[in-house]
């Protein structure tokens, strides 16, 4: 299995070029995936293969910000042994044994070195993995080194105090170290953390996951994160089973995408392995994309 593909997508949101970075593939389970949607419905959108598992993209956001590079969501690093990858089916490196992140960012020109801000939407670690990550010699180091990354507070607190449902997602490696060097933002509701750039909480898939706001001038983009991970989650009741608070989680797409539809914007579709994003528009039972909106 390769990782989908392309690598990266480039377009303007008004004033900023922004590019979504295919850090890797996933395999999750299809049920899983689609919560109390029965299978006959979800695999007309997405097909499972034979171990009712379905393909899935895991897309970073870079944006030119005119202070500097600023990136959402970091994919899920190179830390984990061999066989937590496979259970995940996830496959996150470029043949030159870079994560496809790094090979991202290096087709663009940038190295780690140049991110300003990392925005991590919420801290599982197919989001919060690249983070951090392993030298050559083992050591674990921040990836962008010059970089404040910036979480909610209430998110910071809930993955660093897991409970029997939440531990499978959340490794303090990913975070604690960012906390211990001092660049972490812990930041708490709707903030601005730019001109143009806000985070927005968007609860549900975790308490105090965000989605993040790029305000271009005439034209809105939204990386909604795990609130629609995929175009195949659009329906408001097509939520994730991995949510923990899932009718939270629909108050806040009900919120969320009545918003979204009536003022145009563009949505950032992070889990999704074909579509990067579109606009959505309501068609009298739920909300689809939009025909050519991308
Ligand atoms: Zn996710």
Redesign the pocket.
């Known amino acids: 299995m390769t990782p989908p593909l392309p690598l990266v997508e480039s377009r303007m949101v008004g004033r900023y070029r922004v590019h979504a970075i295919q850090a890797g593939g996933q395999l999750l389970d299809g049920g899983a995936m689609f919560g109390v949607v029965p299978k006959p419905l979800w695999e007309r959108r997405i097909p499972a293969d034979a171990r009712n598992r379905i393909a899935m993209g895991m897309r970073c956001l870079l944006v030119e910000h005119e202070t500097g590079l600023i990136l959402i969501d970091t994919g899920a690093g190179n830390k984990e042994p061999a066989r937590f990858y496979e259970i995940y089916g996830i496959e996150n490196g470029a043949p030159d044994g870079r994560t496809a992140l790094e090979a991202g960012l290096a087709s663009l020109g940038y190295a780690a070195d140049d991110v300003a801000i990392v925005i991590d939407s919420h801290l599982?670690f197919?989001?919060a993995g690249g983070n951090t990550y392993h030298d050559a010699d083992g050591a674990l180091r921040l990836t962008f080194p010059r970089a404040r990354y910036v979480v909610q507070a209430g998110e910071y607190a809930w993955a660093t105090h897991p409970n029997e449902r939440t531990a499978a997602s959340y490794f303090d490696h990913n975070y604690v170290p960012v906390r211990d060097a001092d660049r972490f933002d812990l930041v708490a509701g709707e903030q601005e953390i730019v001109p143009g750039v806000r985070v927005l909480p968007t609860p549900g898939h975790t308490p105090h996951h965000q989605s993040i706001l790029l305000d271009g001038g005439g034209e809105t983009a939204l990386f909604a994160?795990?609130l629609v991970?995929t175009t195949a989650h659009l329906p408001l009741p097509w939520i994730m089973g991995y949510d923990v608070e899932p009718l939270v989680t629909l108050e806040t797409k009900r919120r969320i995408l009545a918003r979204a539809a009536a003022e145009q914007w563009l949505l950032v579709f992070?889990?999704d392995a074909t579509t990067a994003w579109g606009r959505i528009a309501h068609d009298g039972k739920a909300y689809t994309l939009a025909a050519g909106s991308g």
């Open positions: 599982h197919d989001h994160g795990d991970p992070c889990h």
